[in-house]
């Protein structure tokens, strides 16, 4: 996409969630692709329709229970993926409640991207995020943010560092503090 990726990487996360596993993102968007003079066309060129049956995977997602319990299992580890600031709760301009959920560790999304808005390497990837998890399984991790778009960040920097699937939960922070009686900690 030409947005930082946001569309795409929920896309990409999307398809793989309902089964299809063939889709793959461009390592800097169409900004890069442009950049480097590739071709481009403006014609709409029809296609012969396809079928695509969904095979949901719902091992790719949990729920905000499954999240209460897992913050507090030592073997699980619960990930917010907003700025620093919105994890601690000092810049809070989307959500009406600032804070993080209580456990959770902090690994920003843009800690994802090398000075020329690509990806890290996946070396460089590898090494930050087998500090952040530790000994814990990839289905252990679980990755939110805002309203579940930059999380998925996470989970692709991870999958593509090759250490396997972490968890999304999509509702993020936007349905944690729907619930007054779920805590909150700034």
Request: aromatic share 12%; proline share 8%; charged share 20%.
């Amino acid at each position: 996409d030409a947005g930082g990726a946001l569309a795409a990487v929920r896309i990409w996360w999307m398809l793989r969630w309902l089964g299809h596993d063939a889709v793959a993102l461009l390592d800097g968007g169409w900004q890069e692709w442009v950049y480097n003079d590739l071709p481009v066309q403006s014609e709409i060129i029809p296609r012969q329709p396809r079928k695509f049956t969904p095979k949901p995977r719902p091992e790719m997602l949990v729920g905000v229970e499954s999240v209460n319990a897992m913050r507090i299992n030592p073997a699980y580890r619960v990930f917010d993926a907003r700025t620093v600031d919105r994890y601690h709760g000092q810049n809070e301009f989307i959500d009406p409640v600032a804070g993080h959920i209580p456990g959770a560790f902090n690994a920003p999304y843009l800690n994802n991207f090398a000075e020329d808005n690509k990806m890290k390497s996946v070396d460089e990837l590898r090494k930050v995020y087998s500090n952040l998890i530790e000994n814990i399984p990839s289905q252990n991790i679980v990755f939110y943010c805002g309203s579940g778009v930059t999380s998925i960040h996470n989970a692709l920097a991870m999958y593509h560092a090759g250490l396997g699937e972490a968890r999304i939960y999509p509702g993020s922070w936007s349905e944690w503090i729907t619930d007054p009686d779920r805590p909150v900690v700034t």
